[in-house]
């Protein structure tokens, strides 16, 4: 899962980065309004963590400018201010969650998983899919009681497909959230090809079936039937 940081202190901003990074999250980051409006513009998250007071502008203002370009996008805000006025603002403008500073980073990483479970996973840690159990806070995946190994890459890939069925991924948007915004320094995708045809040949070895249908030129779908 891809998160944008948008935090104005330096050294909460890299304990932030550091934390969540370490429990399983690819963490961007920015300190002012501009580098974060210039990041929502370009790139899509799954979890902004929205700091409210921020060098050349107000987060809320980001907030709404996100929520018109990526709706799906989860927010939590942190902020140093406990104002009923500014918390009701933000939940109004699409905010899911506030957390007052200071906080404990286990609690934000905490609310940040429990949002996500609320918006991709339907309140659950598990997903189920075709034989397939996806344990997202072991980050495990079992095909009939056993062990089904996948790299770190592979386990990502697995769920961004999941959570998408349906849905054409292109290889700029996979490769945007397995790698972050830095993706674009890459000359090729072919990075990108190699991933998906090694999950794709342990998922046909283990479910017999081939779950993700290729479009050329256009990228790859998950669907719900082989």
Known sequence: MKLLLVEDEPA???EMEHYMSENGFRCEKASTYAAAEDKVG???????VLDITL?????????EKLKALHPETGVVIVSAKNSLDDK?????LGADDYLTKPFHMEELNARVNALIRRKDFRGSSVLSFAGLQIDTQ????MVQDAKLPLTKKEYELLVYFVINKNRLLSQQ???EHLWGDNYDMADNYNFVYMHIKNLRRKLVSALGHDYITTVYGMGYKWTNTP
Not at 42 to 48: I, M, P
Not at 138 to 141: L, N, P
């Open 12 to 14: 909460l901003l890299e």
């Open 42 to 48: 370009a790139y899509a998250y799954d979890v902004l």
């Open 55 to 63: 060098p050349g502008g107000n987060g809320l203002q980001l907030l």
């Open 88 to 92: 009701l603002t933000g939940f109004h």
């Open 138 to 141: 072991a980050k495990e995946v």
């Open 173 to 175: 948007s996979i490769a």
